[in-house]
């Protein structure tokens, strides 16, 4: 079954550096997504992304973050200057088409930012 | 503002009963509406999902409720199994906002073999 994959699983980093999450998203879908986990806490949405450009953004998505797709496969997501409160599981996901369509997700990219 | 952490509802059956999971939902707009499963250290899995203009859908040994008089969702699985426990969350969205799930808190669901 296709799957969307994310790497790194698990990266650590200096408060203030800049951090680069990498997806392949499903290879015939349209419509990217990122969204974050903070520990023990609920999924939540980031930004959409779909024809070149972001679709929708959550308030968590401010300046220090963007997205790009920067070939045909990968969808990226960075971060320019962590902070400690960036530290969660992002999470890449990918629809062949827009809402109601289902979304699927990649196992996470866990950060650590200390 | 939210609590940092949650403590997840839990839900505890014994292996081969019918488990219900139940979900309040926010938006009286929202029109699409999905169950994941999420196991630990893993990403949200989609099990089922349904439309506004339904109020039940069947899948493989699951079913979806829709009460959108009250805005509840339900999960229903049927015979579960101890591979069954994980986190479940329901997400809501609108069709209009670009693909953006709103998720629930989730239910801790435990399957005693």
């Known amino acids: 079954e296709p799957e969307v994959t994310q790497t790194p699983s698990h990266q650590v980093t200096q408060m203030g550096q800049e951090v680069i999450l990498r997806c392949v998203p499903i290879?015939?879908?349209?419509?990217f997504y990122w969204y974050r986990q903070i520990l023990g806490q609920k999924v939540e949405f980031l930004v959409s992304?779909?024809?070149?450009?972001?679709?929708?953004k959550s308030e968590i998505f401010d300046d220090q973050f963007s997205v790009e797709r920067p070939d045909g496969s990968n969808f990226t997501l960075k971060i320019r200057s962590t902070k400690l409160e960036d530290s969660a599981m992002y999470f890449c996901?990918?629809?062949?088409?827009?809402?109601?369509?289902?979304?699927?997700f990649g196992e996470g990219s866990w950060l650590t930012v200390v | 503002g939210e609590s940092v952490g949650l403590h997840l509802p839990t839900l505890s059956v014994q292996e081969g009963d019918n488990s219900i999971i139940n979900c309040a939902y926010s938006?009286?707009?929202?029109?699409?509406f999905i169950w994941y499963k999420q196991e630990s250290g893993k990403g949200p899995q989609f099990i089922i999902d349904?439309?506004?203009?339904?109020d039940k859908r069947q899948g493989q040994r699951v079913t979806v409720l829709l009460n959108k008089t009250v805005k509840h969702l339900s999960l229903q699985i049927a015979a579960t199994q101890p591979g069954d426990s994980a986190v479940y969350f329901c997400?809501?969205?609108?069709?209009?906002?670009?693909?953006?799930?709103?998720f629930g808190q989730g239910t801790e669901l435990s399957v005693k073999p």
């Open positions: 996901a990918s629809s062949a088409q827009g809402i109601g369509n289902t979304i699927y």
């Open positions: 290879s015939n879908h349209l419509y």
């Open positions: 992304f779909y024809n070149n450009e972001i679709s929708e």
């Open positions: 938006n009286s707009a929202s029109d699409y």
């Open positions: 349904i439309r506004s203009n339904m």
């Open positions: 997400a809501e969205s609108i069709h209009n906002q670009g693909g953006k799930l709103i």
